[in-house]
């Protein structure tokens, strides 16, 4: 059986958006790809993430954050980057490894109530379902 083609998201510090961006691509497209992600720094799991991906029935919290593997990058069919930061400081590409950006907002970084700061979590998780969906088709 041949090997699945690697999914690899990225963003700075691997421990929200990738992170549901990886809890999502395991869910949804396993079938298909072999899912990992990874950042310019490794930041620790975010809790909030962990909790946002749990309301949606999807536990992350056995993701580890870790830092962009260049083999595993190499190997890689497709990267995403999540943020501006992993797309400007992510290392360069090998030839024929197929990109995209999704520019999301951090919601790490989301000020205001426990509620105001979940809802941009939830919104932020929401669109990054969206687009992993899209891969799907």
């Known amino acids: ?28 497209l396993n ?44 190997k890689s069919s497709l990267v995403i980057t999540l943020c501006g930061d992993a797309k400007e400081n992510c290392p360069v590409l090998p030839k024929g490894i197929e990109s ?8 790490a970084k989301a000020t205001g109530s426990e509620e105001e700061v979940n809802e941009v979590f939830r919104e932020v998780r929401d669109e990054i379902k969206k687009r992993v969906e899209n891969l799907s088709k």
Not at 5 to 11: A, G, N, R, T, W
Not at 100 to 107: A, Q, S, T, V
């Open 1 to 28: 059986m041949a090997e699945k083609p690697i999914l690899y998201f990225l963003c700075t510090g691997n421990s929200c958006r990738s992170q549901m961006a990886e809890g999502f691509g395991h869910e949804l």
């Open 31 to 74: 079938d298909r790809w072999e899912v990992k992600s990874a950042g310019i720094e490794a930041h620790g799991m975010n809790p909030k993430a962990v909790e946002m991906m749990n309301e949606v029935g999807i536990d992350i919290s056995n993701q580890e954050s870790s830092v962009i593997d260049q083999d595993i990058l190499n």
């Open 100 to 107: 995209d950006h999704w520019g999301l907002e951090d919601p």
